[in-house]
């Protein structure tokens, strides 16, 4: 669903000149000429050599001579931009071609994105009479500019919108269009066709009719994707489970939450925003839950490291709010029956969100979770999977909850290995690269610890199982939890018997294509 469009202001909300773009427009040439004029005034120089110092600073800085001379000369960029933007609008701003009517016709959220300064923009808008139209204006005191990725989600995080949810309209390829489409936004070009538009309009006024369009297409491939949510407690395996959600494109993640587990909440919260940085997928939301198990103290995972993502260690802000479980609740009220919740860490979250508010949590769609051993033995005690161990409270209350429940356990986990020789494989190296930094102690720790040369990718195949249901074996088992037993504790104790009378409560994925899930990884991740 489209929820917001932002728009570039100069060439796009009024055209400059037939055919031209604005670095060969009128208006470009004027405000070059007076930055000439600031840069002799400044530095006490003529005209040649002014224009040897912009030239210089234009292509270090890659165009963004305010930003240049205020880091190599001390200038400062505001008295830069009133000297060089005091220009009129009535010289170069057409009225006609910007109707209020057309921009009001449009519902969604508008936010207007330009690099020009604040000074211009007021004035243009003005003359426009369309400054009340726009939710937000950006503009370019900031230091956070078109085409930096951070300027396009600066627009949409305040709203909680998605790339995929919003619309970038602009006239230039390299400052509007490109990083746009590379983040997963709609984009419109105009008034020409550029390489990164998807449509492209003659005219702003055209917009309304185009819009009809694009919503029917929005609504189509939003039915082709599966509405979760991911708690987790990241974790090398969680951190490849995210990225391999989010580069198959096949989810709409409406959220992450974390949880304390393979280590402390800090941690797991720090590592699930480096991952969405690394992806540059920030617009996803992750909201920070438990710091420890309902009734036991934190036992954190040996394999993952002291940082929880050994390899990496970052060192990012974790911004911790506490909110997951209220998120998690408020999701699924506004998306009945429609979000799956992919628990990929120690329950702890779910069982909250389910004692605060069970009715709210029946109309979630069901619950895919990695955890438990049923024909096989532990990796936390002989008979427990680590997940489970660290709170099997939160986990009994999961299983007793009637709604639909799907597991991943060991059984499913322990034939599905990567090695380096794997990673290896992956033909973006941006991915690549830190792929390897995290798999090679992941590999070594779970030498040290398990006695296995090689990644397990428990958290992965979790996420796989929702993308490729045919590559998995299912039965129907009923699977109660442990949570006494000096031994036991954490035991996923399925009824085996060949007679019972137990009703099954949980689908059990017995085992996953190896062959298939590397496959699909590898090429997923090498996107």
């Known amino acids: 669903m489209i929820k917001a469009i932002i728009f570039d202001m100069d060439g796009t909300l009024y055209p400059l000149a037939k055919d031209d773009d604005f670095m060969t427009s009128k208006m470009y040439k004027e405000v070059k000429t007076r930055c000439y004029g600031f840069i002799m005034k400044h530095f006490k120089v003529d005209e040649k050599e002014a224009i040897k110092i912009w030239e210089r600073v234009a292509k270090k800085y890659d165009g963004h001579v305010s930003v240049g001379l205020e880091k190599d000369h001390g200038v400062d960029r505001f008295a830069y931009f009133d000297y060089t933007w005091d220009i009129d609008p009535k010289n170069h701003v057409p009225t006609h071609h910007v109707p209020r009517e057309i921009l009001e016709k449009i519902k969604i959220k508008k936010i207007l994105l330009s690099n020009a300064p604040k000074k211009w923009v007021d004035r243009v808008l003005k003359h426009l009479n369309i400054a009340d139209v726009f939710d937000d204006i950006y503009t370019g005191e900031s230091d956070v500019r078109k085409p930096l990725a951070q300027a396009y989600l600066q627009c949409l995080k305040k709203y ?15 400052d509007d269009l490109h ?6 936004m709609t984009t419109v ?63 709409r993640i409406h959220a992450i939450t974390t949880v304390a587990g393979n280590s402390r909440i800090d941690n797991t919260t720090r590592n699930a925003r480096y991952v969405l940085n690394l992806l540059e997928r920030e617009d996803i939301s992750i909201y920070s839950g ?35 479980v209220d998120k998690i609740l408020s999701i699924i009220k506004d998306n009945p029956n429609r979000i799956t919740i992919v628990s990929i860490g ?34 936390k005690n002989r008979v427990a999977e680590f997940n489970i161990f660290v709170d099997p409270e939160a986990a009994d209350i999961v299983f007793k909850f009637p709604i639909k429940k799907t597991l991943v356990p060991l059984d499913a986990c322990n034939h599905v290995r990567l090695y380096l020789r794997d990673f290896m494989k992956i033909k973006n190296v941006a991915l690549k690269n830190p792929l390897m930094s995290m798999a090679k102690p992941y590999i070594n720790n779970t030498l040290r610890w398990e006695g296995i040369s ?25 699977v109660v939890i442990e949570t006494m037993g000096e031994h036991t504790s954490g035991m996923t104790v399925a009824e085996l018997r060949m007679k ?12 996953v294509s190896e062959k298939d899930f590397k496959k699909d990884f590898i090429n997923y991740l090498s996107r």
Request: proline share 6%.
């Open 500 to 511: 019972n009378d137990e009703k099954p409560n949980v689908t059990v994925i017995e085992s």
């Open 454 to 478: 090689a990644a397990f990718m428990y958290d992965p195949l979790t996420i796989y199982s929702l993308m490729n249901p045919r590559a998995c074996k299912y039965s129907r088992y009923n």
């Open 160 to 174: 909680n919108i998605q790339y995929d949810e919003a619309i970038m309209v602009g006239d230039m390829e390299k």
């Open 346 to 379: 120690p329950m702890t979250n779910i069982a909250q969100a389910i004692i605060k508010d069970p009715k709210i949590m029946l109309k979630a769609k069901q619950i895919v979770s990695m955890g438990g051993a049923i024909r096989v033995a532990g990796n």
């Open 189 to 251: 070009s105009i008034p020409l066709k550029l390489p990164s538009a998807k449509y492209f309009i003659k005219t702003i006024n055209e917009l309304p009719r185009l819009l009809k369009k694009m919503e029917k297409v929005s609504l189509d491939d939003d039915r082709k994707k599966l509405d979760i949510i991911i708690d987790t407690d990241p974790g090398h395996d969680d951190a490849m489970a995210i990225m391999l959600a989010i580069k198959s494109g096949m989810f």
């Open 179 to 184: 990083t746009a489409k590379r983040l997963g």
């Open 290 to 324: 438990a710091e420890k198990p309902l009734r036991r103290k934190l036992i954190t995972a040996d394999v993952h490291g002291a940082s929880g993502l050994e390899g990496i260690d970052p060192k990012n802000p974790a911004m911790l709010d506490g909110k997951a």
